[in-house]
C-alpha cells in the first residue's frame, strides 16, 4: 500500500490550520496517519510553517508521495487566500457584466457591418 505526505485538516471555523502527516493513501484527509511531520497555520501574522527534515527526507527514501499542496508550500510559492464569499459573488457579477456588454458590442458592431454592406451597391 502506498504513503503519501500530505496536510490533514485541523483548527475550527474560518481559522484553518494544518498538520503535514504521513498516511495511507486511501485513509481520510483527517483519519488515520502513521506519523506528523509538521504544521502549517495560516491564520497567524506572520504565516507559521515548521517541519521535521530529517522524517521528511526518511519518508522520501522510503517511497512516499508527496501531495501536490506540501510540495508547493516546500517550495515556499504557496499564498494562502482567505475564503470571502461577498467578494467572490461581487466578481462574479461584474464578470457577468462585462461578458453582457462584450456581447452587446459584439451584437451592435455586426448589426452595423450587415447595415453597411446592405446599402452598398456592388459596383459593375
Known sequence: M???IRLALTGRKNLPSYRMVVANTRDKRNGRFLEVLGFYNPSMTPVQFDYDK???QSWISKGALVSN???VLLDGK???K???PKAEKAAAEKA???AKEAATAAKA???AEAEKAAT???AE
Open 109 to 111: 458592431a455586426a448589426a
Open 96 to 98: 457577468a457584466q462585462e
Open 69 to 71: 499542496a506540501v510540495t
Open 2 to 4: 502506498s504513503v503519501t
Open 120 to 122: 452598398e451597391t456592388p
Open 82 to 84: 482567505k475564503y470571502n
Open 78 to 80: 504557496y499564498k494562502y
Open 54 to 56: 530529517e522524517k521528511y
